[in-house]
């Protein structure tokens, strides 16, 4: 599409290049996201676990159930019997909430952090 900039790049089967860097930046290219292959859900992108440039995710199950084990319908099976690992938004986002005694913020985040 003329003038149209893609901000993530989803990596063709989760092929990452030696210098990880050039999977986001480049000659002609910035992505602000790097999604990874997928096999589990992405942890919050206000924790330091989160890393831009390598973001996982969860699979669309595919219509013949191969590798179930990485698909949606596992993950939201497992999400359903432990609602207290899902992140919610509190809904104020002038304040990022999560878990006391779980996830740390990332350093950036720590003035508005409140855990609950």
């Known amino acids: 599409m003329p003038g149209y900039q893609p901000q993530t790049l989803a990596l063709p089967f989760g092929a990452r290049p030696r210098e990880t860097e050039l999977a986001a930046r480049g000659d002609g290219y910035d992505y602000s996201g790097v999604l990874l292959v997928g096999a589990n859900p992405a942890p919050s992108p206000y924790t330091e676990d989160f890393a831009l440039h390598?973001?996982?995710?969860?699979?669309?199950?595919?219509?013949?159930?191969?590798?179930?084990?990485?698909?949606?319908?596992?993950?939201?099976?497992?999400m359903a019997a432990n609602p207290a690992g899902r992140y919610t938004s509190d809904g104020n986002p002038a304040v990022i909430s999560f878990p006391n005694g779980e996830d740390r913020p990332a350093p950036q985040y720590a003035a508005t952090a409140a855990p609950y």
Do not use: H, M, N, Y
Not at 54 to 78: M, N
């Open 54 to 78: 390598a973001i996982p995710r969860i699979r669309s199950q595919g219509p013949d159930g191969s590798e179930a084990e990485f698909g949606s319908t596992v993950w939201l099976d497992k």
